[in-house]
């Protein structure tokens, strides 16, 4: 990152987060307590200074409180999301010239049925219509349970209801945690984080569900698809336009407007041979899984891609959009342009991007970005570019085992119970500058598959494995001999690139699925999975976490995570929340240790299905079905 040269003193996200040094302990403990202005309190981690807020409240109560927020506020990044999307469901339906329509109406019918819609003999867009109100009812129906919950083991769908955390509505769970965690209320860690469990479960099964569902319906359900990876992609003769944030209802609309005759025709008027549209973070991973545009990057590489010189517009929506670009634009030419009203920047170019006219914005920002191309001076873009292969859904990964016929995960239990694959991990999440960019992803991933654990990825660590080309068939080389075996049978990788991070609800459907399929047990705590963040910096991680545990799988984050302040906390993360759930939280910034640690839990849970010694298929001949009878 040094050889990024700036006007101004914002510096690379490298630079400020090494300013920040030496940071709070408290706060990376998770005992700073800022909830009311009787403080901010810190408590005292080596118990010789404050052991109580001055409300009294203790290191448990502040650990929780504060962790039980962050769940809250990632679930209502998620979930406000899947809200968008079943808004731009239902003006699909009402009004077509939006650009919006149902691709997917097989999905569409599938889903409805989960939500007792009607289907027989009606017409698409009415199923349309009263999916996507039901879907915007389950924000803030007054009565009832989230209807997704249904798609879960019902042995899990029991246990949530004894342990009373069963999600009501989606709105509902997360004002209840700010309540509950504002000053004088909850006063007990572990009542805190039976709420969080709720709040987590109503994004898991609900919010990012929501938008993962309705988004396949409205833009097509991903199957394995080819693209390209890294600042590569970037092209030196067109007009690059980089699509960053979350919400498919921008990008997929400026998908259209980029590939449209006129905007072509007009970028050669400017001098460019055309339009080359990439992304970053997440909206690059959903087009990327639907449409096989290539991805310039993850998190950490948003100021990057600028700094190319060779970015005519970057256009963004909502989350993971660093405060930064606004003045790290002012380097370049590049024209940053904010759409969402939930997300703007001072000084910057807004264009309100609403459903209800999205086709016509999105060809007005493809129309700016092309007029900025003849504005670019010198251009400086790295080489590296990997190719990829994603769109491993969970229809797709049914598919792609059971065959077009017979779709099945029964494929997937039979290798993992003969132990051709020990397990399968989810390994997700962020980028954080606190750790050396994208290492701890890779590493953690290419030990697992050594390991014959099969990796499915989401959101940014997808992109960081991609780049080091781990998702190509050919990376089954790095995979140990069972796991190799599969994925060349098969023609797949080792490694699954499912998504965006709210299409961590599909790995919630595969294990529910591989647990119906039967032989491995009767819950998603007895599968051998485990799931990983290791370089999480997100409050939505920290909820995808908290859903995943709550949904009985052990769930590792790297970096550190802000609890150690309470060992009680700590406790009842690490250990307690098991006793309950069947998964469990844990820690551990190393990825090689984080790799044995999950290799650990996954051979724990063969022994405890009675798996662990690798049993060969036998095929019985005549000779052997005889001696039978
Ligand atoms: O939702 S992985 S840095 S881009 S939060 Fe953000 Fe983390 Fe990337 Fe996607 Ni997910």
Not at 542 to 567: D, N
């Amino acid at each position: 990152m040094d050889n990024v040269t700036l006007n101004n003193d914002i510096g690379t996200v490298w630079q400020r987060s090494a300013a920040m040094e030496p940071r709070c302990g408290f706060g990376e403990l998770g005992i700073c307590c800022k909830i009311c202005f009787m403080g901010p309190c810190r408590i005292d981690p080596f118990k010789e200074g404050a052991k109580w807020g001055v409300c009294g409240a203790t290191a448990e109560v502040i650990a929780a409180r504060n962790f039980a927020r962050m769940t809250a506020a990632g679930a209502a990044a998620h979930s406000d999301h899947g809200r968008n999307v079943a808004r731009a469901l239902l003006t699909a339906v009402e009004n077509p010239a939006s650009g919006y329509q149902v691709k997917d109406a097989r999905k569409l019918l599938k889903t409805a049925q989960h939500f007792n819609i009607k289907t027989d003999n009606r017409q698409v867009n009415d199923i349309a219509r009263d999916l996507a109100k039901a879907a915007l009812n389950e924000f803030g129906k007054p009565e009832g349970l989230l209807h997704f919950l249904n798609r879960a083991p019902v042995s899990r769908q029991d246990l949530w209801k004894r342990e009373g955390v069963l999600p009501r509505n989606v709105d509902r769970e997360i004002v209840e945690t700010m309540h509950r965690t504002t000053m004088g209320v909850d006063q007990d860690h572990r009542n805190i984080m039976r709420q969080a469990v709720r709040t987590a479960l109503a994004d898991g099964w609900g919010g990012s569900m929501i938008a993962t569902e309705l988004q396949d319906i409205l833009f097509g359900t991903p199957s394995p698809i080819r693209g390209q990876v890294n600042l590569g992609v970037l092209s030196d003769n067109k007009v690059n336009i980089i699509v960053h944030g979350h919400e498919p209802v921008l990008s997929e609309m400026i998908v259209i407007a980029a590939q449209g005759e006129e905007m072509l025709n007009l970028a050669r008027e400017k001098g460019a041979d055309g339009i080359n549209l990439a992304g970053i973070c997440c909206t690059a991973n959903e087009i990327l899984l639907r449409h096989g545009i290539p991805v310039a990057g993850n998190f950490l590489q948003q100021e990057l891609a600028i700094s190319t010189g060779a970015v005519e517009t970057m256009v963004v929506d909502v989350q993971c959009i660093m405060a930064s670009l606004g003045e790290f634009c002012k380097n370049y030419h590049t024209k940053l342009i904010t759409t969402s009203a939930k997300g703007q920047m001072e000084g910057v170019t807004y264009i309100p991007f609403s459903e209800k006219d999205a086709l016509a914005k999105a060809r007005e920002i493809v129309r700016m970005a092309v007029e900025n191309f003849p504005r670019r001076g010198a251009i400086d873009i790295p080489k590296q570019r990997m190719d990829l292969i994603a769109g491993f859904s969970h229809e797709a990964i049914n598919y792609m085992l059971g065959g077009t016929f017979r779709a099945s995960y029964t494929p997937l239990n039979d290798n993992i119970i003969n132990g051709r694959i020990k397990g399968l991990a989810g390994v997700v999440g962020c980028n954080n500058p606190k750790v050396a960019h994208d290492r701890q992803h890779i590493d953690l991933v290419k030990e697992l598959i050594a390991n014959d654990i099969l990796v499915v990825q989401t959101g940014c660590s997808a992109i960081a494995c991609a780049k080091e080309g781990l998702l190509i068939p050919e990376a089954a080389k790095y995979a140990g001999p069972g796991l190799r075996e599969v994925c060349e049978a098969v023609g797949m990788p080792p490694v699954l690139h499912s998504g965006s991070c709210v299409d961590n609800s599909r790995i919630l459907i595969a294990l529910s699925q591989m647990v119906n399929t039967g032989g491995l047990g009767k819950d998603i705590s007895d599968l051998p999975v485990a799931g990983a963040a290791p370089e999480w910096m997100s409050e939505k991680a920290i909820s995808i976490g908290q859903y995943f545990v709550a949904s009985g799988v052990y769930s590792v984050f790297g970096v550190s995570l802000p609890i150690f302040g309470s060992k009680i906390f700590t406790n009842h993360l690490f250990k307690e929340m098991e006793s309950i759930y069947g998964g469990k939280w844990d820690c551990e910034p190393d990825a090689g240790k984080m790799a044995g640690k999950i290799i650990g839990h996954i051979q724990l849970k063969r022994e405890k299905l009675g798996i662990s010694k690798a049993r060969e298929r036998v095929l019985y001949d005549m000779d052997m079905r005889r001696e039978l009878k």
